[in-house]
Nanobody, 130 residues
Framework: EVQLQAFGGGLVQAGGSLNLSCTASGFTFDNYAIGWFRQAPGKEREGVSCISTKERSPYYDWSVKGRFTISSDNARNTVYLQMNSLKPDDTAIYYC???????????????????????WGKGTQVTVSS
């Protein structure tokens, strides 16, 4: 069974940093796209960043570009999201999600499309205080 687990959320002051991790199991970690999404209270879930074994450059939403960095450690079956210069607007539940079929490309159609992902982990809460 394919599973994803997200870790690393917490409470941090504005300007601070957090490093989220998404650990995957149940499939060969050499052909995938893993994306990070977030959902703030009262808002729709939105795509934040995505990394693919098939693409050279990761995707970042404009709202996090320059502040967040996505990376992968295939030996640990883990994708990370380093979040710096956090703002109160970054407060949300963060989810990681997987795509391996029909391809391992990040499903970006102007924005990262959550409907292009097929397996989701439970979220981790990130709260940024002002």
């Amino acid at each position: 069974e394919v599973q994803l687990q997200a870790f690393g959320g917490g409470l941090v002051q504005a300007g601070g940093s957090l490093n989220l991790s998404c650990t995957a199991s149940g499939f060969t970690f050499d052909n995938y796209a893993i994306g990070w999404f977030r959902q703030a209270p009262g808002k729709e879930r939105e795509g934040v960043s995505c990394i693919s074994t098939k693409e050279r450059s990761p995707y970042y939403d404009w709202s996090v570009k320059g502040r967040f960095t996505i990376s992968s450690d295939n030996a640990r079956n883990t994708v990370y999201l380093q979040m710096n210069s956090l703002k109160p607007d970054d407060t949300a539940i963060y989810y990681c999600a997987l795509r391996t079929v029909p391809d391992a490309l990040c499903p970006v159609y102007r924005v990262l499309n959550q409907h292009g992902m097929h397996t989701w982990g439970k979220g981790t809460q990130v709260t940024v205080s002002s």
